[in-house]
DNA sequence: TGTGAAACTGCATCGTC
DNA sequence: GACGATGCAGTTTCACA
């Protein structure tokens, strides 16, 4: 993991669709090399996988809210999470509140709709997404600003 | 948007990296065909981007929260949530609290260290993540269950 | 919009250092 | 670990439906 791993991971997390040539050009390094370094990062789990980004909007999905959520029943609570395409995050949580939802709807009817079937398993307490500053921000600093 | 183009976005959510001619054998259709219906959904922004999914802890990150915050210096604070490489994600919210951050550090301590920056400019109330059940689940119903 | 064919470009692989 | 060369695979473009 040197600078040009940085530099590589740097590039990957901005457009994950560039080529390996391009790639290559921008770091004056071979292609194989370049190759032979991505193969290693995801070999090593570094990169865990590639992911187009949709925009909720344009799908339709108006509402985004963080949901707080406290339930004694965990094995329940978590099956309905899996099976509900409204839940796009599930994370298990410290203090008060023993999970964290982010819940992506159509509109805050739809939201509602989605909380009352979720007080069968506990409560919650709900922040609604105004708006987004930003988002997925790159955890490697740059090797350089450059590129 | 027809059932296709949820087929292409559901694979592309799925591996970024696809190559347009595995996809068009997968959804068997020709690859400029493929290659046109892409382009319109990166043009309409139906697609916002692609990046690489990089793993925190396989970078030396131990330690995720969530933390919602309260402030009346919101443009002082963006600056600071702006300049902050441990704010992964920032949320303008509703409620009590007017922010939510993901922040993502090397260890408590560190995360400690970042909140106590963070108190110039108001309070907090955090939530550390303990572990992810699941992150980033697909918008789009998948066209079929066979790909 | 979708297709098939052809020219072009990028990638995997191998031998070399 | 990285490089250069090469054959194969993927992409771009275009005429046609």
């Known amino acids: ?11 990957i997390h901005e457009n ?6 391009e790639m290559s ?10 190759t032979e370094r991505l193969r290693r990062l995801e070999e090593q789990g570094v990169i865990a996988g590639y992911r187009a980004v949709l925009s909720p909007s344009k ?3 108006h509402t985004t809210a963080f949901v707080l959520f406290k ?22 949580t410290s203090g008060e509140y023993n999970y964290l939802l982010k819940v992506v709807t159509a509109t805050g009817e739809t939201l509602e709709a989605f909380l009352e079937r979720c ?9 609604v997404v105004l708006s987004t ?3 997925d921000k790159s955890l490697v600093a740059d090797g350089d600003g450059s590129n």
Chains 1, 2 share one sequence.
């Open 133 to 135: 500053r930003f988002e």
């Open 16 to 21: 994950a669709r560039i080529t390996v040539s």
């Open 119 to 127: 007080h069968a398993f506990g409560f919650s307490s709900t922040h």
């Open 1 to 11: 993991m040197d600078r040009i791993d940085h530099q590589i991971l740097s590039i």
């Open 71 to 92: 339930t004694n029943n965990c094995k329940e609570f978590e099956a309905f999470g899996e099976a509900s395409p409204e839940i796009v995050d599930l994370y298990r």
């Open 59 to 61: 799908l339709g999905k």
């Open 25 to 34: 050009r921008k770091i004056a390094m071979s292609q194989p090399a370049v």
